[in-house]
T-cell receptor, first 115, second 115 residues
Framework: AQTVTQSQPEMSVQEAETVTLSCTYD???????LFWYKQPPSRQMILVIR??????QNATENRFSVNFQKAAKSFSLKISDSQLGDAAMYFC????????????FGKGTLLTVNP | SAVISQKPSRDICQRGTSLTIQCQVD?????MFWYRQQPGQSLTLIAT?????????ESGFVIDKFPISRPNLTFSTLTVSNMSPEDSSIYLC????????????FGPGTRLTVT
């Protein structure tokens, strides 16, 4: 079984500042993938960033970066220079493969960006 | 990434009735997934639909309640049968990344309200 835990139901950040969203996970697999998805009020799920477990280097996509700590099973998302458009629900997700390659999601963190 | 559309985008239904949700992808994919997102909650996988085979349901979801069709590599339907107010949710379909199982792209979702 795979689990994903997001311990911050809500976070807020000032525009142009940096915020870090936390995520921990558990899986017995050695080959897996981690993701952060963004869901704005329009409800469209948008992939923000991905991390392959076999890669030691942390993934980066423009203002978004992750801190992947494999031994600690931690996968946090850092948003730099926060913008109003970053306001959304952020979900951490894990795919360990297996029989149906399903994604397991955390409960989400609602990010508010204050002008 | 794939372009995914869902119909209807939203609906209000009477209890005891059924609603069929359509998911169309602009490219051929092997696996399609159906998720439920209850109000204020995270995403929960209902089932995985492979073309040419029966859908695989997750624990807590049964075919009689959520029958799924997958007639070809670009289309799937999910029916929510004999609806009750507890079925009020957003239903999302997703597809795996072309050539890989790790990443999924999501449709815009169908917001269902049962009265």
């Amino acid at each position: 079984a795979q689990t994903v835990t997001q311990s911050q139901p809500e976070m807020s950040v000032q525009e142009a500042e940096t915020v870090t969203l936390s995520c921990t996970y558990d899986t017995s697999e050695s080959d897996y993938y981690l993701f952060w998805y963004k869901q704005p009020p329009s409800r469209q799920m948008i992939l923000v960033i991905r991390q392959e477990a076999y890669k030691q280097q942390n993934a980066t996509e423009n203002r978004f970066s992750v801190n992947f700590q494999k031994a600690a099973k931690s996968f946090s998302l850092k948003i730099s220079d926060s913008q109003l458009g970053d306001a959304a629900m952020y979900f951490c997700a894990l795919n360990s493969g297996g029989s149906n390659y399903k994604l397991t999601f955390g409960k989400g963190t609602l990010l508010t960006v204050n002008p | 990434s794939a372009v995914i559309s869902q119909k209807p985008s939203r609906d209000i239904c009477q209890r005891g009735t059924s609603l069929t949700i359509q998911c169309q992808v602009d490219s051929q994919v092997t696996m399609m997934f159906w998720y439920r997102q209850q109000p204020g909650q995270s995403l929960t996988l209902i089932a995985t639909a492979n073309q040419g085979s029966e859908a695989t349901y997750e624990s807590g979801f049964v075919i009689d309640k959520f029958p799924i069709s997958r007639p070809n590599l670009t289309f799937s339907t999910l029916t929510v049968s004999n609806m009750s107010p507890e079925d009020s949710s957003i239903y999302l379909c997703s597809v795996e990344r072309a050539g890989g199982w790790d990443e999924q792209y999501f449709g815009p979702g169908t917001r269902l309200t049962v009265t």
